[in-house]
């Protein structure tokens, strides 16, 4: 089974003239890492929220067909029975940071979920150190930057030990550093065993780390696949979906005849592949 | 044009944020402000517009101190569009949104509707304007933020991470806008972690970090030095790091920062084309 299922899903905002989601089939399998991608207000975000039940339990709507995420279907089960199991980054962290200091806003989703106070505090310490907050520790989480809130909403959300991180743009406030840094743990988590479903425009930093990449357009699912496949199709630029510019010279050496042996997803990689061609 | 001197700022007297920064702007000039999460960029560009006043230091604007102008005398000349723009939107359709500042600013109705007409279709909102901005998505309400400051073309305009949730295709036409109110002779600052962005649009770099200026020039300079990198948690951008790998096993590609046409020619040339 799955851990997330769409069956046939649509779904139209409140007072929307159009569907944010148009039949939209999907299965994720436990252990993936799933990169979401596609054109601003393609519908990445309802996508997200579909996943941990925010649509349509608080974004209220019409809704067609069914999302079903560890055998329980969106529909029947709150917030909070979900919680456990995909834990979301938003878009926009600020909205998500509700305690008056850091620390507390780590251990605030653990608490909630009943977990053990010595295990609160093990997980609150180890991810202000991975995600380098220690001098925010004390710091109310409305007035610090736009970067240092997104590390917050990101311990915040890994400190659930989701079975599925969502995270909505997770980098798009970081400093480059940081933003390596956070995928590198990200990337480092789902070798272990969580499950990463992560939206993202800038698909030079993570589509290294994807198994699979799903891009969307106008509410619905266009291309579905390894991300050598689907970042080498037309249909990106089509779109306006910005592909690694290691993999846009591999598709204009194409063009002239020049084939190099796969498609590079770094800059590193199209180095070794120039250079083994050129030595053929 | 604008001189921002020796600039020092604490929020509520006791988390610094600018230690000392120093910084002049002219007429026209394209300026891109990068560096680490927390370096004090978004400080630095609310003190443009005064909505945040200095410590210690002074903000000059042709020749005058600022400090006995009000923000609503400072936006007519310096537009800032904030990082989050849940800030900065606050009416209940896009289309109001973008006329307000266009009839605070004294333009007729008329020419205020076509301003605001024409600057959405630039950013790809046509078909919104009677939406509210808090039913839109995250991509689609930075740029209804961008469209409110851009519409009415202000002398300097300052940009907090304008590229914020924006794909390849609006990110093109945002460059394009920008370079058009350039040729215009305005000024633009932008803040931004997408290095790329930068290479592509901006000619002179600002380097922050720890509440300072760490280097201020050429974009080419500033970004390919290592150190400057390090202590402003820069990374290389995937074309140049392309390069630097090919440099070292093919000596006549240049080890600096690159644009994909020059690269795409350089490859095709070790390939034995072009
Ligand atoms: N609360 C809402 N009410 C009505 N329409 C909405 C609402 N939220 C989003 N929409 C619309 O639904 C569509 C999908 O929005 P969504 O936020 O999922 O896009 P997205 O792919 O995440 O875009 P971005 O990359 O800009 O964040 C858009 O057309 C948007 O305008
Ligand atoms: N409202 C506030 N109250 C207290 N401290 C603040 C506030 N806003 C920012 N700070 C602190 O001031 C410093 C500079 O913040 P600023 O927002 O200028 O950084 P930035 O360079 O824009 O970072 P980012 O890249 O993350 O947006 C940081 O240490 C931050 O924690
Ligand atoms: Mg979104
Ligand atoms: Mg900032």
Same mark, same amino acid.
């Given at each position: ?8 899903? /649509? ?28 054109? /601003? ?37 709150? %917030? ?43 997980? %609150? ?71 990463? %479903? ?12 994807? /198994? ?69 | ?42 400080? *630095? ?213 690159? *644009? ?15």
């Amino acid at each position: 089974m799955p851990l997330i299922e769409f069956a046939d899903f /649509s779904f139209k905002y409140l007072g929307a003239d159009s569907l944010a989601l148009r039949k939209v089939d999907l299965n994720i399998e436990e252990g993936e890492y799933v990169v979401l991608t596609g054109p /601003s207000g393609c519908g990445k975000t309802t996508l997200c929220r579909a996943i941990n039940g925010l649509v349509p339990q608080f974004h209220r709507g019409y809704i067609a067909g069914n999302v079903i995420v560890d055998g329980k279907n969106t529909r029947e089960h709150n %917030v909070a029975e979900l919680a456990p199991i995909a834990g979301l980054v938003f878009q926009q962290p600020e909205n998500q940071l509700v305690t008056l200091n850091v620390e507390r806003e780590i251990a605030f989703g653990p608490e909630n979920l009943g977990v053990e106070r010595k295990e609160i505090r093990r997980r %609150v310490e180890e991810l202000i150190d991975m995600l380098d907050l220690e001098h925010l520790r004390e710091k109310h989480p409305h007035e610090m930057s736009g970067g240092e809130q997104q590390r917050v909403a990101m311990a915040a959300t890994l400190a659930l030990k989701p079975k599925v991180l969502v995270a909505d743009e997770p980098t798009s406030n970081l400093d480059p550093q940081s933003a390596v840094t956070i995928l590198d743990l990200i990337a480092d988590l789902n070798r272990r065993d969580m499950t990463v %479903v992560l939206v993202e425009h800038r698909l030079d930093l993570v589509s290294k780390d994807a /198994s699979r990449v799903v891009l969307m357009d106008k509410g619905s699912i266009v291309a579905d696949g390894e991300p050598r496949e689907v970042l080498s199709m037309d249909l990106c630029q089509e779109i306006g979906v910005g592909i690694p510019k290691a993999t846009q010279i591999y598709k204009r050496l194409k063009q002239r005849g020049f084939n190099l042996d796969k498609v590079p997803l770094t800059g590193a990689e199209l180095a070794t592949l120039v250079q083994e061609v050129k030595q053929r | 044009m604008i001189f921002l001197e020796n600039v020092h700022f604490a929020y509520d007297g006791l988390y610094t944020a600018l230690r000392g920064v120093s910084l002049q702007i002219d007429e026209g000039e394209l300026i891109a402000i990068v560096g680490s999460n927390g370096a004090g960029k978004t400080t *630095l560009v609310k003190h443009l517009n005064g909505l945040l006043r200095p410590d210690l230091g002074r903000v000059i604007l042709d020749g005058v101190d600022t400090k006995h102008n009000s923000v609503a005398e400072l936006a007519r000349e310096i537009g800032l569009v904030m990082q989050n723009p849940d800030h900065q939107l606050f009416l209940d359709s896009v289309e109001r949104e973008v006329l307000f500042g266009l009839e605070n600013l004294g333009y007729s109705k008329v020419e205020a509707k076509e301003r605001c007409e024409r600057t959405l279709n630039n950013l790809g909102l046509e078909g919104l304007s009677e939406r509210s901005p808090f039913t839109l998505s995250g991509g689609e309400r930075k740029r209804v933020a961008l469209a409110s400051v851009l519409a009415t073309e202000p002398r300097v305009l300052s940009l907090d991470e304008p590229t914020i949730g924006q794909d390849a295709r609006q990110k093109e036409n945002l460059a394009k806008m920008l370079g058009e109110l350039n040729k215009k002779g305005k000024a633009v600052i932008v803040v931004t972690h997408d290095i790329e962005f930068v290479i592509e649009n901006f000619p002179r770099t600002v380097a922050m970090a720890d509440g300072r200026i760490v280097a201020d020039g050429p974009t080419n300079s500033v970004l390919s030095n290592n150190e400057v990198l390090e202590r402003c948690s820069l990374t290389r951008p995937q074309l140049t790091e392309a390069a630097r790998c090919l440099h070292n096993v093919f000596p006549e590609v240049p080890e600096r920062l690159t *644009l994909i046409d020059d690269l795409e020619a350089v490859v095709v040339k070790i390939l034995g084309g072009g």
